[in-house]
Structures are given as C-alpha cells and as structure tokens.
C-alpha cells in the first residue's frame, strides 16, 4: 500500500528540537514544514495545504494556546497536537476544549508521536470526506435530483 505524507508544520522555539523531530518525521516519509513562533506557523498555514500542526504550548510572545484559536478559527480541519512539559498538562487539557486532537509530552517519543499523527490525519481525512458529501448534497438539491 502506499503511504501518502502527512503535511506536518511543527511549531517551537527550541530550533534544536525542531530540527532533530523534522528529521525524525521526514525518515518516516512525512513532508514537514517548520515554525519557530506563533505568527511564523499563521503565515505558513496561509501558504500551504497542512495536514496537522504540532504546536508547542510555551513559547514567548504569542503562546500555543492563542496559536490554536487562532489556527481553529481561520483553518478549522487543520488537526493540532500540542507539545506539553510535564508541569502544563493542565494547558493541554484546555487546548483540547479548544479543539486540538490531542497532546504529547516532552521529549516526544518518535512511536507515540507516530500513532497520534496518524489519528490526526485519518480525523481531517473523515472531516474532509463529510464536508465533501455536504457539498454534493447541496449541489443535487439545487439542481432539483433530490
């Protein structure tokens, strides 16, 4: 079977960290794009078609938590996986309220990250596959076949 890559941004400011994960992400076949801030990951997503975001809670300026609204409110399928040290879990519980498909703790362990990838991607793919058969609804309504 062949593997289609999963667009992934992923968004921190530890560049040490992001470069060694898009590395970890491109073995496994994944096309990633990287963010070091909040408005660096907005800009992207305006750009390019991702898939999911996996977004750092802390960082300076605008934090993960705001990046999320934001990403949810301009760009609601996009999937986001928040990044979390061990102290802001709590953050992460409310950044699931605010939609996102879920958290890792860090350091991100390559499988764990893996499934949770791979979960984020089949949901957008659901949602993509729900709104498509909405629009063609609509479409044959109008066209007067329903």
């Known amino acids: ?5 999963t667009k992934v941004l992923i968004v921190d400011d530890e560049k040490d960290f992001v470069e060694m994960f898009s590395l970890r992400l491109q073995e496994t076949g994944e096309r990633v794009f990287t963010a070091y801030n909040g408005k660096e990951c907005l800009d992207i997503l305006e750009g390019e078609d991702i898939d999911v975001v996996v977004l750092d809670i802390k960082m300076p300026g605008m934090d993960g938590i705001e990046v999320l609204r934001e990403i949810k409110k301009r760009h609601p399928i996009v999937e986001v996986i928040l990044l979390t040290g061990h102290g802001a879990i709590e953050t992460a519980v409310t950044g699931m309220k605010l939609g996102a498909f879920d958290y890792l703790l860090k350091p991100a362990d ?3 990250m893996a499934k949770k990838l791979e979960g984020a991607r089949k949901r957008k793919d659901e949602q993509e596959d729900r709104i498509r058969k909405a ?6 309504r109008r066209g007067g076949n329903i």
């Open 1 to 5: 079977m062949i593997k289609i890559p």
């Open 135 to 140: 629009e063609a609804r609509t479409l044959l």
């Open 110 to 112: 390559a499988r764990e």
